[in-house]
């Protein structure tokens, strides 16, 4: 009679051990299968389901004095209610930065009511921009500081006011020339067209806003006082 004889188990490579080893398991007990037993496997967590994102974030309209005030602007100079809109936000902090109603940094001439105020400007020497206080203009309301403003462009900066159809454009025009800018900031005009943009101040402007705020005659328009970002 021939006696059966069993056979030894198959040895396991050295790098399949190893392998082993490394993942934490221990070799399977089926010859036939490369592969490691996972009862010793740490426990894998389950993978977080992805949520599908919610509605994007609208952005906050202007206050109504605001928007009254910087379309009342454009009827009276032509100035884009949409780039005084982004003027205001980028220039104010959207109206948080505005010491003597003047959210526009407006610097006062000689005999004009005036604060004097912490602001930066370009080094005379051309090395930079240097931290230095200078008189900013004070007026009665925003209104006043509105149309101060727009005046001051309407009759300043002659390559905006080509532009004054194509706000973008007319934004742009405002650091058109390189010996009179409006802004020391060479990002100027990409900052201000960017809060347009983010914000859609474009449906402000007259020729789109489907009901025309009424002019705003209030002078004592309420504002947040604190130091201009000029």
Known sequence: VTMATARPPKRRSQSYQRYCARVGSSPARSPSRRRCRTDSHPTRKASTPKTSPGPARQPAAPPPDVVAAAQQTERETGVPTSATLGQWALESGSGKHTPGNNPFGIKAREGQPYQLLWTREKAKNGSG??????????????????????????????????????????????????????????????????????????????????????????????????????
Do not use: C, W
Not at 182 to 197: F, I
Not at 208 to 219: C, E, H, I
């Open 129 to 230: 921009l240097v931290r230095v206080q200078q008189k900013f203009r004070k007026f009665d309301s925003l209104d006043e500081a509105f149309r101060a403003r727009g005046t001051l462009l309407s009759k300043n900066y002659p390559l905006a006011m080509a532009n004054k159809d194509s706000p973008d454009a007319f934004v742009a025009g405002l650091q058109a020339d390189p010996k009179h800018q409006y802004a020391t900031d060479p990002n100027y005009t990409s900052k201000v067209t960017g809060t347009m943009k983010r914000n859609n101040y474009y449906q402000y402007d007259l020729k789109n806003s489907n009901s025309l705020t009424k002019p705003n005659n209030d002078a004592s328009l309420r504002v947040i006082d604190g130091e201009p970002s000029v």
